[in-house]
Protein backbone atom coordinates (compact mmCIF):
# COMPACT_ATOMS: atom_id res chain seq x y z
CA UNK A 1 0.00 0.00 0.00
CA UNK A 2 1.30 3.41 -1.03
CA UNK A 3 0.41 6.72 0.77
CA UNK A 4 1.36 10.41 -0.28
CA UNK A 5 0.91 12.83 1.91
CA UNK A 6 1.40 17.24 1.90
CA UNK A 7 3.88 18.32 4.44
CA UNK A 8 2.10 21.75 5.67
CA UNK A 9 4.37 24.26 8.11
CA UNK A 10 2.41 24.78 10.56
CA UNK A 11 4.32 26.42 13.32
CA UNK A 12 1.14 29.21 14.14
CA UNK A 13 -0.78 26.54 15.71
CA UNK A 14 0.89 22.93 15.90
CA UNK A 15 3.49 22.56 18.39
CA UNK A 16 4.71 19.34 17.66
CA UNK A 17 3.17 17.43 14.37
CA UNK A 18 0.11 16.10 13.62
CA UNK A 19 -2.07 14.45 10.91
CA UNK A 20 -5.59 14.68 9.17
CA UNK A 21 -4.93 11.37 7.39
CA UNK A 22 -3.95 13.38 4.22
CA UNK A 23 -1.57 15.88 5.52
CA UNK A 24 1.84 15.87 8.09
CA UNK A 25 1.39 19.51 9.94
CA UNK A 26 4.48 20.32 11.34
CA UNK A 27 6.20 22.33 13.60
CA UNK A 28 9.35 24.13 12.54
CA UNK A 29 11.06 24.74 15.87
CA UNK A 30 10.06 21.41 17.03
CA UNK A 31 11.74 18.88 14.05
CA UNK A 32 14.59 20.91 13.97
CA UNK A 33 15.54 19.83 17.42
CA UNK A 34 14.95 16.15 16.52
CA UNK A 35 18.15 13.74 15.48
CA UNK A 36 17.10 11.94 11.71
CA UNK A 37 15.97 8.71 13.94
CA UNK A 38 13.97 10.62 15.75
CA UNK A 39 12.40 12.12 12.40
CA UNK A 40 12.57 9.19 11.22
CA UNK A 41 10.44 7.62 13.79
CA UNK A 42 8.15 10.55 13.78
CA UNK A 43 7.10 10.39 10.33
CA UNK A 44 6.49 6.78 10.53
CA UNK A 45 4.34 7.79 13.42
CA UNK A 46 2.16 10.02 11.16
CA UNK A 47 2.13 7.84 8.48
CA UNK A 48 1.11 5.35 10.46
CA UNK A 49 -2.13 6.80 11.77
CA UNK A 50 -2.83 7.57 7.65
CA UNK A 51 -2.24 4.13 6.63
CA UNK A 52 -4.55 2.55 8.91
CA UNK A 53 -6.87 5.41 9.02
CA UNK A 54 -6.98 5.92 12.16
CA UNK A 55 -8.76 9.82 11.63
CA UNK A 56 -11.90 7.82 10.12
CA UNK A 57 -12.30 4.99 12.42
CA UNK A 58 -12.82 6.66 15.59
CA UNK A 59 -16.58 6.42 15.01
CA UNK A 60 -18.96 7.36 18.12
CA UNK A 61 -15.31 7.52 20.46
CA UNK A 62 -13.90 10.38 22.24
CA UNK A 63 -11.39 11.93 19.47
CA UNK A 64 -8.91 12.69 21.92
CA UNK A 65 -9.15 9.71 23.88
CA UNK A 66 -9.19 7.39 20.55
CA UNK A 67 -5.97 9.56 19.09
CA UNK A 68 -4.26 8.71 22.56
CA UNK A 69 -4.83 5.01 22.52
CA UNK A 70 -4.05 4.90 18.09
CA UNK A 71 -0.63 6.65 19.76
CA UNK A 72 0.04 3.77 22.37
CA UNK A 73 -0.45 1.18 19.65
CA UNK A 74 1.29 2.90 17.22
CA UNK A 75 4.48 3.91 19.39
CA UNK A 76 4.54 0.16 20.41
CA UNK A 77 4.35 -1.63 16.81
CA UNK A 78 7.22 1.77 15.92
CA UNK A 79 9.37 0.55 19.05
CA UNK A 80 9.02 -3.50 18.65
CA UNK A 81 10.18 -2.55 14.43
CA UNK A 82 12.68 -0.69 15.76
CA UNK A 83 12.15 2.14 13.52
CA UNK A 84 14.00 5.05 13.67
CA UNK A 85 14.11 6.64 17.38
CA UNK A 86 11.88 6.52 20.53
CA UNK A 87 11.58 10.79 20.62
CA UNK A 88 11.93 11.93 23.95
CA UNK A 89 12.03 15.87 23.82
CA UNK A 90 8.08 15.31 24.59
CA UNK A 91 6.39 12.82 26.99
CA UNK A 92 4.76 10.24 23.94
CA UNK A 93 2.59 7.31 24.76
CA UNK A 94 4.62 4.50 25.14
CA UNK A 95 3.65 1.94 27.80
CA UNK A 96 5.04 -2.34 27.16
CA UNK A 97 1.97 -3.46 28.92
CA UNK A 98 -0.09 -2.86 25.33
CA UNK A 99 2.42 -4.85 23.38
CA UNK A 100 0.19 -6.73 20.67
CA UNK A 101 -3.13 -4.60 21.15
CA UNK A 102 -5.20 -3.15 18.96
CA UNK A 103 -5.92 0.39 19.50
CA UNK A 104 -9.42 -0.40 20.00
CA UNK A 105 -8.60 -2.35 22.75
CA UNK A 106 -6.23 -0.18 25.12
CA UNK A 107 -9.03 2.66 24.75
CA UNK A 108 -11.47 0.36 26.38
CA UNK A 109 -9.02 0.01 29.37
CA UNK A 110 -8.53 3.95 29.09
CA UNK A 111 -11.71 4.45 29.30
CA UNK A 112 -12.90 2.29 32.26
CA UNK A 113 -9.86 3.42 34.29
CA UNK A 114 -9.57 6.79 33.61
CA UNK A 115 -6.90 6.97 36.40
CA UNK A 116 -4.33 5.24 33.97
CA UNK A 117 -4.63 7.90 31.22
CA UNK A 118 -1.33 10.14 31.14
CA UNK A 119 -3.87 13.14 30.39
CA UNK A 120 -2.62 15.43 32.96
CA UNK A 121 0.63 15.00 32.10
CA UNK A 122 0.38 15.10 28.27
CA UNK A 123 -1.83 18.64 28.89
CA UNK A 124 1.64 19.73 31.14
CA UNK A 125 3.90 19.03 28.24
CA UNK A 126 1.53 20.74 25.47
CA UNK A 127 1.42 24.42 27.82
CA UNK A 128 5.29 23.80 28.04
CA UNK A 129 5.56 23.25 24.50
CA UNK A 130 3.52 26.49 24.18
CA UNK A 131 4.98 28.22 26.30
CA UNK A 132 8.10 27.75 24.65
CA UNK A 133 6.67 28.09 20.87
CA UNK A 134 5.50 31.28 22.16
CA UNK A 135 8.35 32.97 23.92
CA UNK A 136 10.77 31.79 20.97
CA UNK A 137 8.74 33.81 18.99
CA UNK A 138 8.64 36.54 21.12
CA UNK A 139 11.82 37.14 22.20
CA UNK A 140 11.19 40.60 22.35
CA UNK A 141 8.60 40.88 24.73
CA UNK A 142 11.11 40.13 27.45
CA UNK A 143 11.03 42.48 31.05
CA UNK A 144 13.45 41.24 33.28
CA UNK A 145 12.01 38.21 34.60
CA UNK A 146 8.75 38.76 32.85
CA UNK A 147 7.86 37.96 29.24
CA UNK A 148 4.97 39.63 27.12
CA UNK A 149 1.78 38.24 25.12
CA UNK A 150 1.16 38.66 21.89
CA UNK A 151 -0.66 41.94 22.62
CA UNK A 152 2.36 43.51 24.83
CA UNK A 153 0.87 42.50 28.28
CA UNK A 154 3.49 41.78 30.42
CA UNK A 155 2.78 38.36 31.74
CA UNK A 156 4.12 36.40 35.13
CA UNK A 157 6.73 33.90 35.51
CA UNK A 158 5.45 30.48 36.06
CA UNK A 159 6.22 30.37 39.26
CA UNK A 160 4.25 33.99 40.36
CA UNK A 161 1.62 32.68 38.21
CA UNK A 162 1.28 29.59 40.40
CA UNK A 163 1.83 31.63 43.07
CA UNK A 164 -1.39 33.87 42.56
CA UNK A 165 -3.30 30.24 41.93
CA UNK A 166 -2.64 29.26 45.27
CA UNK A 167 -3.09 33.14 46.87
CA UNK A 168 -6.59 32.85 45.04
CA UNK A 169 -7.98 29.74 46.08
CA UNK A 170 -6.93 30.20 49.52
CA UNK A 171 -8.58 33.12 49.54
CA UNK A 172 -11.93 31.91 47.93
CA UNK A 173 -12.46 28.56 49.88
CA UNK A 174 -11.63 30.58 53.56
CA UNK A 175 -14.00 33.86 52.19
CA UNK A 176 -16.17 32.75 49.33
CA UNK A 177 -17.47 29.67 50.26
CA UNK A 178 -20.46 27.63 49.10
CA UNK A 179 -21.94 29.46 52.00
CA UNK A 180 -21.47 32.65 51.10
CA UNK A 181 -23.34 31.55 47.80
CA UNK A 182 -26.10 30.63 49.83
CA UNK A 183 -26.53 33.38 52.01
CA UNK A 184 -26.55 35.97 49.19
CA UNK A 185 -29.34 33.65 47.42
CA UNK A 186 -31.54 33.92 50.05
CA UNK A 187 -31.14 37.03 50.81
CA UNK A 188 -31.99 38.63 47.22
CA UNK A 189 -28.74 40.71 47.64
CA UNK A 190 -27.39 41.08 44.07
CA UNK A 191 -23.99 40.27 45.13
CA UNK A 192 -21.95 39.97 48.49
CA UNK A 193 -20.69 43.51 48.62
CA UNK A 194 -18.15 42.55 51.11
CA UNK A 195 -16.45 39.93 49.22
CA UNK A 196 -16.18 42.59 46.33
CA UNK A 197 -14.66 45.02 48.37
CA UNK A 198 -12.14 42.61 49.36
CA UNK A 199 -11.49 41.35 45.70
CA UNK A 200 -11.17 44.80 44.83
CA UNK A 201 -8.38 45.26 47.52
CA UNK A 202 -6.38 42.52 46.36
CA UNK A 203 -6.07 43.94 42.88
CA UNK A 204 -8.14 41.11 40.79
CA UNK A 205 -9.85 44.01 39.39
CA UNK A 206 -7.37 45.55 37.89
CA UNK A 207 -5.42 43.12 36.99
CA UNK A 208 -5.54 43.72 33.01
CA UNK A 209 -6.25 47.37 32.89
CA UNK A 210 -3.05 49.36 31.67
CA UNK A 211 -0.90 51.26 33.92
CA UNK A 212 -2.15 54.62 33.39
CA UNK A 213 -5.23 53.63 33.81
CA UNK A 214 -4.77 52.20 37.63
CA UNK A 215 -4.33 49.03 36.62
CA UNK A 216 -1.76 46.49 36.81
CA UNK A 217 -1.32 45.93 33.43
CA UNK A 218 -0.75 41.81 33.04
CA UNK A 219 -1.77 39.46 30.55
CA UNK A 220 -4.64 37.05 29.72
CA UNK A 221 -2.84 34.45 31.70
CA UNK A 222 -3.45 35.61 34.95
CA UNK A 223 -7.16 36.64 34.15
CA UNK A 224 -7.89 33.27 33.07
CA UNK A 225 -6.36 31.72 36.39
CA UNK A 226 -8.61 33.80 38.83
CA UNK A 227 -11.76 33.09 35.86
CA UNK A 228 -10.96 28.93 36.81
CA UNK A 229 -10.42 29.78 40.55
CA UNK A 230 -13.85 31.88 40.85
CA UNK A 231 -15.74 29.35 38.81
CA UNK A 232 -14.19 26.97 41.65
CA UNK A 233 -16.91 28.64 44.19
CA UNK A 234 -19.87 29.86 42.20
CA UNK A 235 -18.33 33.34 43.91
CA UNK A 236 -21.46 35.72 44.69
CA UNK A 237 -19.56 38.59 42.97
CA UNK A 238 -19.92 39.99 39.72
CA UNK A 239 -16.39 38.79 38.60
CA UNK A 240 -17.45 37.30 35.62
CA UNK A 241 -19.50 40.30 34.52
CA UNK A 242 -17.31 43.02 35.66
CA UNK A 243 -13.71 41.91 34.97
CA UNK A 244 -13.96 39.16 32.71
CA UNK A 245 -16.35 40.75 29.92
CA UNK A 246 -17.00 44.40 30.47
CA UNK A 247 -13.53 45.61 31.42
CA UNK A 248 -12.24 43.29 28.86
CA UNK A 249 -14.14 44.96 26.06
CA UNK A 250 -13.38 48.63 27.34
CA UNK A 251 -9.58 47.12 27.28
CA UNK A 252 -9.80 46.02 23.67
CA UNK A 253 -11.96 48.49 21.94
CA UNK A 254 -12.96 51.59 24.18
CA UNK A 255 -12.40 54.84 22.80
CA UNK A 256 -9.96 56.94 24.60
CA UNK A 257 -12.32 58.73 26.24
CA UNK A 258 -14.24 55.45 27.52
CA UNK A 259 -11.08 54.28 28.67
CA UNK A 260 -10.30 57.00 30.46
CA UNK A 261 -13.43 57.44 31.99
CA UNK A 262 -13.97 53.92 33.07
CA UNK A 263 -11.05 51.98 33.19
CA UNK A 264 -9.74 53.61 36.54
CA UNK A 265 -13.24 53.37 38.61
CA UNK A 266 -13.29 49.72 37.19
CA UNK A 267 -10.02 49.20 38.47
CA UNK A 268 -10.52 50.51 41.88
CA UNK A 269 -13.54 49.06 42.15
CA UNK A 270 -15.87 52.26 42.24
CA UNK A 271 -17.63 51.04 39.25
CA UNK A 272 -19.22 47.61 38.29
CA UNK A 273 -19.78 46.51 34.44
CA UNK A 274 -21.89 44.16 32.73
CA UNK A 275 -22.84 43.03 29.40
CA UNK A 276 -25.94 42.51 27.30
CA UNK A 277 -25.24 40.51 24.68
CA UNK A 278 -27.19 37.12 23.99
CA UNK A 279 -30.95 37.86 24.02
CA UNK A 280 -32.72 34.56 24.90
CA UNK A 281 -31.49 31.15 23.21
CA UNK A 282 -30.06 33.12 20.10
CA UNK A 283 -26.33 34.17 18.62
CA UNK A 284 -25.15 36.89 20.60
CA UNK A 285 -24.96 40.00 19.12
CA UNK A 286 -28.07 39.41 17.25
CA UNK A 287 -30.51 41.76 18.19
CA UNK A 288 -34.00 41.83 17.62
CA UNK A 289 -35.06 43.52 20.11
CA UNK A 290 -32.70 46.84 20.39
CA UNK A 291 -32.79 49.93 18.02
CA UNK A 292 -29.73 52.09 18.02
CA UNK A 293 -29.44 55.18 16.06
CA UNK A 294 -27.70 58.63 16.14
CA UNK A 295 -26.58 57.72 20.09
CA UNK A 296 -29.91 57.01 21.22
CA UNK A 297 -30.98 53.17 22.49
CA UNK A 298 -34.52 52.00 22.27
CA UNK A 299 -35.79 48.44 23.43
CA UNK A 300 -35.14 45.50 25.57
CA UNK A 301 -32.19 43.44 26.26
CA UNK A 302 -33.14 40.46 28.69
CA UNK A 303 -31.58 38.83 30.57
CA UNK A 304 -28.54 40.89 31.75
CA UNK A 305 -26.51 39.14 34.63
CA UNK A 306 -24.95 41.22 37.61
CA UNK A 307 -27.12 44.34 35.34
CA UNK A 308 -28.50 45.11 38.97
CA UNK A 309 -25.05 46.08 40.85
CA UNK A 310 -23.64 48.04 37.21
CA UNK A 311 -22.76 51.66 36.61
CA UNK A 312 -21.93 50.72 32.76
CA UNK A 313 -23.39 48.04 30.33
CA UNK A 314 -21.60 47.24 27.29
CA UNK A 315 -24.17 46.52 24.86
CA UNK A 316 -24.40 44.68 21.37
CA UNK A 317 -26.06 46.01 18.54
CA UNK A 318 -26.30 44.68 14.64
CA UNK A 319 -23.01 46.58 14.16
CA UNK A 320 -20.54 46.78 17.09
CA UNK A 321 -20.67 47.40 20.95
CA UNK A 322 -21.82 50.25 23.09
CA UNK A 323 -21.25 51.62 26.13
CA UNK A 324 -24.63 52.43 28.54
CA UNK A 325 -24.57 54.12 32.07
CA UNK A 326 -27.33 52.31 33.72
CA UNK A 327 -28.22 55.89 35.88
CA UNK A 328 -28.64 57.69 32.71
CA UNK A 329 -32.02 59.15 31.65
CA UNK A 330 -34.44 56.40 29.91
CA UNK A 331 -32.66 53.79 31.45
CA UNK A 332 -35.19 51.20 33.39
CA UNK A 333 -33.56 47.93 35.22
CA UNK A 334 -35.85 45.49 36.75
CA UNK A 335 -34.83 42.31 38.86
CA UNK A 336 -36.27 38.76 36.62
CA UNK A 337 -35.94 35.37 38.33
CA UNK A 338 -33.62 33.14 36.48
CA UNK A 339 -32.40 29.68 36.99
CA UNK A 340 -29.18 31.25 38.99
CA UNK A 341 -30.22 32.69 41.84
CA UNK A 342 -26.16 33.74 43.07
CA UNK A 343 -25.77 36.01 40.18
CA UNK A 344 -28.89 37.98 39.30
CA UNK A 345 -30.55 39.29 36.36
CA UNK A 346 -32.17 41.76 35.42
CA UNK A 347 -34.45 43.11 32.17
CA UNK A 348 -33.15 46.33 31.22
CA UNK A 349 -35.21 48.49 29.04
CA UNK A 350 -34.04 51.58 26.95
CA UNK A 351 -36.09 54.41 25.93
CA UNK A 352 -34.28 56.82 24.16
CA UNK A 353 -31.29 56.22 26.21
CA UNK A 354 -27.62 57.91 25.27
CA UNK A 355 -25.71 55.45 24.37
CA UNK A 356 -22.13 55.58 22.54
CA UNK A 357 -20.19 53.35 20.10
CA UNK A 358 -16.64 51.49 21.19
CA UNK A 359 -14.43 51.04 18.32
CA UNK A 360 -14.19 48.71 15.98
CA UNK A 361 -17.77 47.72 14.55
CA UNK A 362 -18.71 44.11 13.92
CA UNK A 363 -15.21 43.09 13.70
CA UNK A 364 -14.81 44.10 17.54
CA UNK A 365 -17.60 42.53 18.53
CA UNK A 366 -16.89 39.23 16.88
CA UNK A 367 -13.23 39.47 18.58
CA UNK A 368 -14.64 39.93 21.91
CA UNK A 369 -16.77 37.40 22.02
CA UNK A 370 -13.95 34.47 20.89
CA UNK A 371 -12.25 36.40 24.23
CA UNK A 372 -15.32 36.25 26.45
CA UNK A 373 -15.44 32.59 25.38
CA UNK A 374 -12.30 31.23 26.11
CA UNK A 375 -12.45 33.14 29.39
CA UNK A 376 -15.76 31.55 30.56
CA UNK A 377 -14.72 28.47 29.06
CA UNK A 378 -12.28 29.04 32.27
CA UNK A 379 -14.97 29.68 34.58
CA UNK A 380 -16.77 26.71 33.47
CA UNK A 381 -13.78 24.32 33.85
CA UNK A 382 -13.49 25.53 37.54
CA UNK A 383 -17.04 24.54 38.30
CA UNK A 384 -16.89 21.71 36.51
CA UNK A 385 -13.78 20.34 38.66
CA UNK A 386 -15.50 21.70 41.96
CA UNK A 387 -18.56 19.40 40.78
CA UNK A 388 -16.66 16.59 40.11
CA UNK A 389 -14.65 16.65 43.68
CA UNK A 390 -17.86 17.44 45.35
CA UNK A 391 -19.65 14.06 43.72
CA UNK A 392 -15.90 11.99 44.48
CA UNK A 393 -15.86 13.16 48.13
CA UNK A 394 -19.65 12.26 48.46
CA UNK A 395 -19.43 8.81 46.68
CA UNK A 396 -16.61 8.33 49.21
CA UNK A 397 -19.28 8.28 52.12
CA UNK A 398 -22.24 7.66 51.09
CA UNK A 399 -22.82 3.73 52.26
CA UNK A 400 -25.94 1.90 49.85
CA UNK A 401 -26.48 -1.84 50.70
CA UNK A 402 -23.56 -2.16 53.32
CA UNK A 403 -20.92 -0.55 50.82
CA UNK A 404 -19.78 2.96 49.86
CA UNK A 405 -21.62 3.73 46.37
CA UNK A 406 -17.89 4.70 45.49
CA UNK A 407 -16.79 0.55 44.98
CA UNK A 408 -19.94 0.16 42.37
CA UNK A 409 -18.82 -0.42 38.89
CA UNK A 410 -21.64 2.23 37.39
CA UNK A 411 -20.75 4.76 39.75
CA UNK A 412 -17.05 4.43 39.12
CA UNK A 413 -17.54 4.89 35.43
CA UNK A 414 -19.85 7.67 35.80
CA UNK A 415 -16.68 9.59 37.80
CA UNK A 416 -14.41 8.18 34.95
CA UNK A 417 -16.82 10.00 32.25
CA UNK A 418 -16.67 13.39 34.62
CA UNK A 419 -12.61 13.47 35.01
CA UNK A 420 -12.37 12.49 30.75
CA UNK A 421 -14.50 15.17 29.72
CA UNK A 422 -12.93 18.04 32.60
CA UNK A 423 -9.70 16.82 30.77
CA UNK A 424 -10.58 17.36 27.17
CA UNK A 425 -12.15 20.50 28.09
CA UNK A 426 -9.18 21.71 30.05
CA UNK A 427 -6.56 20.42 27.22
CA UNK A 428 -9.38 22.77 24.66
CA UNK A 429 -8.97 25.75 26.87
CA UNK A 430 -5.29 25.73 27.46
CA UNK A 431 -5.11 25.58 23.36
CA UNK A 432 -7.89 28.37 23.26
CA UNK A 433 -5.41 30.61 25.98
CA UNK A 434 -2.44 30.42 23.34
CA UNK A 435 -4.94 31.02 20.33
CA UNK A 436 -5.93 34.32 22.54
CA UNK A 437 -2.22 35.21 23.44
CA UNK A 438 -0.77 34.99 20.33
CA UNK A 439 -3.77 35.64 18.09
CA UNK A 440 -3.54 33.07 16.06
CA UNK A 441 -5.23 32.23 12.82
CA UNK A 442 -7.12 29.40 14.51
CA UNK A 443 -8.69 31.29 17.20
CA UNK A 444 -12.38 31.36 15.48
CA UNK A 445 -12.33 27.22 15.84
CA UNK A 446 -10.63 27.30 19.54
CA UNK A 447 -12.68 29.86 21.30
CA UNK A 448 -15.73 27.84 19.77
CA UNK A 449 -13.95 24.14 21.02
CA UNK A 450 -13.10 25.85 24.37
CA UNK A 451 -16.61 27.34 24.69
CA UNK A 452 -18.39 24.11 23.69
CA UNK A 453 -16.09 21.54 25.84
CA UNK A 454 -16.34 23.86 28.51
CA UNK A 455 -19.86 23.62 28.81
CA UNK A 456 -20.35 20.00 27.98
CA UNK A 457 -18.40 19.27 30.78
CA UNK A 458 -19.35 21.73 33.30
CA UNK A 459 -23.41 20.90 32.17
CA UNK A 460 -22.15 16.70 32.68
CA UNK A 461 -20.55 17.09 35.90
CA UNK A 462 -23.21 19.17 37.57
CA UNK A 463 -25.87 16.90 36.60
CA UNK A 464 -24.05 13.63 37.47
CA UNK A 465 -22.89 15.13 40.85
CA UNK A 466 -26.28 15.82 41.49
CA UNK A 467 -27.63 12.18 40.45
CA UNK A 468 -24.96 10.60 42.46
CA UNK A 469 -25.46 12.31 45.87
CA UNK A 470 -29.36 10.70 45.36
CA UNK A 471 -32.76 12.50 46.82
CA UNK A 472 -30.77 14.75 49.02
CA UNK A 473 -28.63 16.60 45.92
CA UNK A 474 -32.34 17.68 44.37
CA UNK A 475 -33.19 19.69 47.53
CA UNK A 476 -32.54 23.11 48.89
CA UNK A 477 -30.82 22.42 51.64
CA UNK A 478 -27.90 20.74 49.44
CA UNK A 479 -25.38 22.44 47.55
CA UNK A 480 -25.24 20.50 44.62
CA UNK A 481 -27.72 22.76 43.15
CA UNK A 482 -25.00 25.68 43.10
CA UNK A 483 -23.54 23.97 40.31
CA UNK A 484 -26.29 23.08 38.80
CA UNK A 485 -27.57 26.43 38.25
CA UNK A 486 -24.15 28.36 37.37
CA UNK A 487 -24.08 25.80 34.77
CA UNK A 488 -26.95 26.43 33.26
CA UNK A 489 -26.64 29.90 33.29
CA UNK A 490 -23.13 29.87 31.76
CA UNK A 491 -24.45 27.39 29.29
CA UNK A 492 -26.76 30.58 27.62
CA UNK A 493 -24.77 33.43 28.72
CA UNK A 494 -22.97 33.85 25.10
CA UNK A 495 -25.52 32.22 23.25
CA UNK A 496 -26.57 28.65 22.84
CA UNK A 497 -24.66 25.55 22.36
CA UNK A 498 -25.70 25.29 18.32
CA UNK A 499 -24.46 29.05 17.53
CA UNK A 500 -21.26 28.11 18.99
CA UNK A 501 -21.39 24.38 17.02
CA UNK A 502 -22.33 26.33 13.84
CA UNK A 503 -19.09 28.60 14.38
CA UNK A 504 -16.69 25.76 15.24
CA UNK A 505 -18.35 23.71 12.03
CA UNK A 506 -18.12 26.68 9.56
CA UNK A 507 -14.24 27.88 11.18
CA UNK A 508 -13.44 23.58 10.37
CA UNK A 509 -14.97 24.13 6.99
CA UNK A 510 -12.86 27.05 5.76
CA UNK A 511 -9.68 25.74 6.97
CA UNK A 512 -9.85 22.34 5.24
CA UNK A 513 -10.91 24.01 2.22
CA UNK A 514 -7.71 26.28 2.35
CA UNK A 515 -5.49 22.95 3.52
CA UNK A 516 -7.06 21.53 0.13
CA UNK A 517 -6.69 24.50 -1.80
Not at 393 to 417: M, N, P
Request: glycine letters at 8%; hydrophobic letters at 45%; charged letters at 25%.
Amino acid sequence: MATRMRLIQSDDWCPTAATNGRDFMYNTKFVEKLSVKKLEFLFAHEICHAIFDHFGRCGSRDRMLANIAQDYAVNQILVDERIGEKITEVKICYDAKYRGMAWEEIYDLLYEKAEKISMPDLLKQLGDLLDEHIKEEESAGADGDKTKDGKGKPSLTKEEAEALRDQARRFLEERSGREKARAVMESGASHDATLWAEIVGLGWTALRIPEEHGGLGLSMLELCVLAEEVGRVVSPVPFTSSVLLATEALIAAGTDAQQSAWLPKLADGSAIGAVALAEGTGAPGVSSRLNIKDGKANGVKLPVQDALAADIIILSGQDGLYLLETKAPGVTIEAVETIDLVRRSARVTLKDAPVTPLSGGRAALEKFLQSAAILLAFEGLGGADAAMDMALTYSKDRVAFGRKIAGYQAVKHRLADMYIKNQLARSHAYYGAWALLTDAPELVQAAAGARLAAMDAFQFAAEENVQLHGGIGFTWESDCQFYYRRARLLTLALGAKSHWADVLVRSLEQRNTMMAG
